[in-house]
């Protein structure tokens, strides 16, 4: 772990929230932080440079948190998806639970998607979405420190390519 | 566990795999049961090639790649296309569950070759009649 410091910037900032509770949960067991290091030059608040899995879940959150805020307003806007969609609404919620933990997260205020008018462009906006949030998944996978982060990782990318082949996406490329 | 135990693991699990996959198709019908029959072949056509690339990983660490039991248990009555998909369901989910901890136990190219085969083990059971998981192969985080 580097002893230098760094200014806070959002995802990091959550991620350093995120550690100490899932290091409880076993999750991302091993990541320890160091104390801040004393900045005396600036005065700026400092914190210690992040372990490797943290910030990853950090990408992870962002990715997920953006698609999930997707597929909620194209629900909203297109109603008649509904159906299809609300399991990966309640996918994207469970995999958040996991990735949370009993953590109280900070998020950013959500950003509103632009959601098409037509049905079809919505739902391809939707499968592109989750296309992305797997190949995320599947590189945070194979960069992760932790073996068992890594396994919850990849369970969640075969669960949203599950959903996507019966949403009938293209992204069911492993 | 170390990552060549892992794999040796993973290995066992493809050789009753594929016992259970011929035993599957024996009790199939193509002409009946097509979508199944083609399942059920794909499957077997997979695991092998699963079960040969494994030989060659466990043999690059230095192992001995371990040989397929001499006999499994197989399941009892095992009759009608739904019990069958249904045992070949479990079964691939079985296998989600090997490849997930060879996910946890192994890292670089063995990590990813795991997570790919938890993918397609967990796309296989929708055509299995299986439905999508929050967590193939890892279902004690649901």
Redo the contacts between chains.
Sequence with gaps: MPATARPVSRRTAVGVTLAGTLAGSGLLAGCTLDPPAPDPADGAPVEPEPDADVVLLGTVLDELDATTALVAATTERHPGLATGLE?LL??HA??RA?LDGAAEVEQDAAVIPTVPGRPRLALDGVRRSETRLVATL?ES??AAQS??F???L??????L???L??LGGDG?A? | MTALDALQATLSAEHAALHLYGLYGGRTSQSADPALFEALQDGYRVHRARRDQLRLMVADLGGEPVAAGAAYDEPAGLRGPARVAREALGTEQAC?ETY??L????S?RQ??W???A??????L??RLGGR???????PE??
């Design positions: 399991p309640a996918v469970a995999h996991v599947r996978t194979g073996g068992d890594a396994r919850a990849a369970s969640m990318a075969a669960s390519t599950q959903h082949v019966v069911a492993a | 989600a997930a901890a996910v946890a136990q192994t670089g990590r990813r795991g997570a790919t938890l993918t397609e083990a967990a796309v059971q929708l999508p998981e929050a967590f193939p192969g890892a985080l649901g």
